[in-house]
């Protein structure tokens, strides 16, 4: 098993997994029509996955606009639950086609209040793309469109997510096993 910087890390998703997925991905994205397609990938978590699926979106013919949203979740297992953005996108999104582009689909906050924000600001339509989808976690009916992988109930790191800052630089996504 991998030791990073003295953790043992147990590999979840490969890079030639994740590659493979993203192309994938990438083409059945591609299938449906779009019109003036816009990509915001939601910081800090997707930048790695949206880098790699913009590419993949390129090879499967689409050329989108690219934005970022840093969006972050405040009162965690509190009864004040909700979303913030901490700094916003600079495109108009009225009448566009909307890709959000996330790490993990967990609870669905963060995503509910991305897409609801790009509805109320008058977006055509607003699909979700996510590498991991932890389903059993999920409060409330919310579903990406697409999904990379569906994760089981861990708490992982790499491929630019992280745990208190660490780990966003592994080229897999893995679970955080204690002290090698
Ligand atoms: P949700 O709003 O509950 O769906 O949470 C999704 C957000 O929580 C993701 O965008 C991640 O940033 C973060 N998150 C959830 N699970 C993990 C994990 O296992 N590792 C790293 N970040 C996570
Ligand atoms: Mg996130």
Redesign the pocket.
Known sequence: MPVVRGKLIEPLFTPEMIAERNRTMAVEIAANPKKDLLVIS?L???FIFAADLIRALHDAGLAPEVEFIT?S?YG?GTQSQG?KIIKDIDSDVGDRDILLI????????????ARDLMYERGARNVDIA?L?D?RS???GT?DADYVGFV?PD????GYG???AYAFRELPFVGIVKGDA
């Open positions: 939601i800090k978590g997707s969006l979740s965690k979303v996330d790490d993990i689909l967990e609870s669905g906050r963060t995503l509910r209040f996510v991991l932890k976690r999920r409060e919310l994760c861990y708490f992982v790191v997510m992280d745990v």
